[in-house]
């Protein structure tokens, strides 16, 4: 079995900061590309940053300049550093990983979501 699980949400005011966290757990035997989506009320879910094995990065662009994806492959471990955040960026924010278990499975794996609420 395999699972990712958020952490690292919560309440901050405009131009306040968060980072969020992705663990990935159980039989792995190694994690692709890697990302985070968030979904606010009402409203599609959307890409907001994703990072591959090696590292590379794309971001949507209305969190460009402002939101950091990195991962630790050791740990099997990915982060958003949110920073100079917006009330249109609350939302529920949910990892999400293509990675090949240790039979050599391919799974695409999502976690639970972790709400971040972001105040004027």
């Known amino acids: 079995q395999v699972q990712l699980v958020e952490s690292g949400g919560g309440l901050v005011q405009a131009g306040g900061s968060l980072r969020l966290s992705c663990v990935a757990s159980?039989?792995?035997?190694?994690?692709?590309?890697m990302g985070w989506y968030r979904q606010a009320p009402g409203k599609q879910r959307e890409l907001v940053a994703a990072?591959?094995?090696?590292?590379?990065?794309n971001y949507a662009d209305s969190v460009k300049g402002r939101f950091t994806i990195s991962r630790d492959n050791a740990k099997n471990t990915m982060y958003l550093e949110m920073n100079s955040l917006k009330p249109e960026d609350t939302a529920v924010y949910s990892c999400?990983?293509?990675?090949?278990?240790?039979?050599?499975?391919?799974?695409?794996?999502w976690g639970q979501g972790t709400l971040v609420t972001v105040s004027s």
């Open positions: 990072i591959t094995s090696s590292g590379s990065t």
């Open positions: 159980g039989s792995i035997f190694s994690i692709r590309a």
């Open positions: 999400n990983a293509g990675l090949y278990t240790n039979g050599l499975k391919y799974l695409e794996v």
